[in-house]
């Protein structure tokens, strides 16, 4: 049983405590341990009953036209689809639960918070695993450019990956013993594999819940220092929108932080609202075009795309690229290792005041 205990922000930015940090992990290795479990369980209950009562599950004999007569297994894909839906309801409800419970140790959202409700569904959109797309009425659009097929492709797999990894795994295991195991253990092999999926779903919610748990204030932290720094910079301004853009297309993901750091910083400087844009400047021209700005409006680009970078938790190789070109072209100084420090100890809840008192532009 998880001890909750109703957070008490000790800080304007969410700076975890000893206490959180350790509430934190109860929260974890229990929504990881009832997904890991749903999923062990989702498995005994799909394949005992078809080996025990064989005859609850007959095959159907249908013709098909150019292939001819085939025995369908209906009532078994009936009743595993039904046990899917089951499985997936109570996962939803762990996740929910979790994130909740995080939330509440945390603190956060605060009531008085302008805030709050919006908040809110953030928190309630990762519990479901739904993307939040609301960026895009500001004009900022991560798929842009990407191929729709290549897209589609990809998000079938990533909602396969368990069927495709308890296949695999089949495969290997026949491969290997031949007939010497019964298929009903190697139907029972699905366990494990399906039960470490079910964690690393549950683990990546968590993640997220904390890195939306931490960010919305590091944003109007971020926010005001540029608008304090930037705010009758017009050339900072024209560069908004691509900066955004730029940042979005790189990390190619729809993130509930990244919607919020370009709803703050367009509402901010009065920037007037545009349909996705048909253009984009393209990369390099983008990073030329930089360095012909002042010094000032410079540094303002620069630490909006490495904090843009860090906001959702993750720095991949992508943005490593980038960063370096960044460097080339003689635009920031930077040591990739300082950048995956700042990124951990914002995951980790210990905020980014290194960051925001770093100067990232060479002299």
């Given at each position: 049983?998880?001890?909750?205990?109703?957070?008490?922000?000790e800080?304007?930015?969410?700076?975890?405590?000893?206490?959180?940090?350790k509430?934190?992990?109860q929260?974890?290795?229990?929504?990881?341990?009832?997904?890991?479990?749903l999923?062990?369980?989702?498995?005994?209950v799909?394949?005992?009953?078809?080996?025990?009562?064989p005859?609850?599950?007959?095959?159907?004999?249908?013709?098909?036209?150019?292939?001819?007569?085939?025995?369908?297994?209906?009532?078994?894909?009936?009743?595993?689809?039904?046990?899917?839906v089951i499985?997936?309801?109570?996962l939803?409800?762990?996740?929910?639960?979790?994130?909740?419970?995080?939330?509440?140790?945390?603190?956060?959202?605060?009531?008085?918070?302008?805030?709050?409700?919006?908040?809110?569904?953030?928190?309630?959109?990762?519990?479901?695993?739904?993307?939040?797309?609301?960026?895009?009425?500001?004009?900022?659009?991560p798929?842009?450019g990407?191929?729709?097929?290549?897209?589609?492709?990809?998000?079938?797999?990533?909602r396969?990956k368990?069927?495709?990894?308890?296949?695999?795994v089949?495969?290997?295991?026949?491969?290997?013993?031949?007939?010497?195991?019964?298929?009903?253990?190697?139907?029972?092999?699905?366990?494990?594999?399906?039960?470490?999926?079910?964690?690393?779903?549950?683990?990546?919610?968590?993640?997220?819940?904390?890195?939306?748990?931490?960010?919305?204030?590091?944003?109007?932290?971020?926010?005001?220092?540029?608008?304090?720094?930037?705010?009758?910079d017009?050339?900072?301004?024209?560069?908004?929108?691509?900066?955004?853009?730029?940042?979005?297309?790189?990390k190619?993901?729809f993130?509930?932080?990244?919607?919020?750091?370009?709803?703050?910083?367009?509402?901010?400087?009065?920037?007037?609202?545009?349909?996705?844009q048909?253009?984009?400047l393209k990369?390099?021209?983008?990073?030329?075009?930089?360095?012909?700005?002042?010094?000032?409006?410079?540094?303002?680009?620069?630490?909006?795309?490495?904090?843009?970078?860090?906001?959702?938790?993750?720095?991949?190789?992508?943005?490593?690229?980038?960063?370096?070109?960044l460097?080339?072209?003689?635009?920031?100084?930077?040591?990739?290792?300082?950048?995956?420090?700042?990124?951990?100890?914002?995951?980790?809840?210990?905020?980014?005041?290194?960051?925001?008192?770093?100067?990232?532009?060479?002299?």
């Amino acid at each position: 049983m998880v001890k909750e205990q109703s957070g008490n922000a000790e800080d304007d930015f969410h700076i975890l405590n000893e206490n959180e940090v350790k509430s934190i992990h109860q929260i974890r290795r229990w929504a990881l341990g009832w997904s890991a479990i749903l999923g062990v369980l989702g498995v005994v209950v799909l394949y005992i009953p078809l080996y025990a009562w064989p005859t609850l599950f007959p095959k159907t004999t249908i013709h098909f036209p150019w292939i001819g007569t085939q025995k369908v297994p209906i009532i078994f894909t009936i009743y595993s689809t039904i046990l899917v839906v089951i499985e997936l309801y109570y996962l939803t409800i762990v996740n929910l639960q979790a994130v909740h419970k995080m939330a509440k140790v945390c603190g956060f959202p605060q009531k008085d918070d302008p805030d709050y409700e919006k908040h809110l569904e953030g928190l309630y959109s990762i519990g479901m695993e739904r993307e939040s797309t609301e960026m895009q009425k500001y004009g900022i659009n991560p798929l842009a450019g990407i191929n729709k097929y290549y897209l589609m492709l990809v998000l079938i797999l990533n909602r396969l990956k368990g069927t495709i990894t308890n296949l695999l795994v089949k495969l290997v295991f026949k491969r290997l013993l031949g007939r010497i195991v019964l298929r009903v253990y190697i139907d029972l092999l699905g366990m494990p594999v399906y039960a470490f999926w079910n964690a690393l779903a549950a683990h990546k919610v968590l993640r997220e819940a904390k890195v939306r748990i931490m960010a919305p204030n590091l944003i109007n932290q971020l926010t005001n220092n540029l608008y304090e720094d930037l705010e009758h910079d017009e050339e900072f301004k024209d560069f908004l929108y691509d900066a955004l853009q730029l940042i979005a297309v790189v990390k190619r993901t729809f993130h509930h932080n990244h919607y919020l750091l370009v709803e703050k910083l367009i509402t901010k400087f009065d920037i007037p609202i545009k349909e996705e844009q048909a253009e984009m400047l393209k990369k390099d021209a983008l990073l030329e075009k930089v360095k012909g700005i002042n010094g000032e409006a410079r540094e303002g680009i620069a630490k909006l795309c490495i904090f843009g970078m860090m906001i959702d938790g993750s720095l991949s190789r992508k943005e490593r690229d980038l960063l370096d070109e960044l460097q080339n072209l003689g635009l920031i100084e930077y040591e990739w290792q300082t950048l995956k420090k700042w990124e951990q100890s914002f995951v980790n809840g210990q905020g980014l005041d290194e960051f925001f008192g770093q100067q990232l532009l060479k002299q």
